[in-house]
Nanobody
Framework: QVQLVESGGGLVQAGGSLRLTCAAS????????MAWFRQAPGKEREFVAS????????WYGDFVKGRFIITRNNNLNTAYLTMNFLEPEDTAIYYC????????????????WGQGTRVTVSS
């Protein structure tokens, strides 16, 4: 069973950057698709980005507009989300997720989830 733990969230000013880390344990995630979702206060969880097994292919939510980069290091059993040019609208809890069969935009495609890390962007 894979467990995911996110870290790296915090308070940042608008225009700043953060790198979120998703550390997996229990078994290797090299055979899993990995993704990041986020949930802002009062809103539904939304897709941020996903990455293929090898890391060669990535997919981003429309709002990202080149500001975020998802990467992974299978040797370290870790995935990352580097966020640049942060905006107050990016304030949310960010969740890491893993799927053995899909890297789509729907949270229903992911069976394994972390507890989330909070990101707050001040204006």
């Amino acid at each position: 069973q894979v467990q995911l733990v996110e870290s790296g969230g915090g308070l940042v000013q608008a225009g700043g950057s953060l790198r979120l880390t998703c550390a997996a344990s229990g078994r290797t995630v090299s055979g899993y698709y990995m993704a990041w979702f986020r949930q802002a206060p009062g809103k539904e969880r939304e897709f941020v980005a996903s990455i293929s097994w090898s890391g060669d292919s990535t997919w981003y939510g429309d709002f990202v507009k080149g500001r975020f980069i998802i990467t992974r290091n299978n040797n370290l059993n870790t995935a990352y989300l580097t966020m640049n040019f942060l905006e107050p609208e990016d304030t949310a809890i960010y969740y890491c997720a893993a799927s053995s069969w899909s890297w789509g935009r729907s949270e229903n495609e992911y069976a394994i989830w972390g507890q989330g890390t909070r990101v707050t962007v001040s204006s």
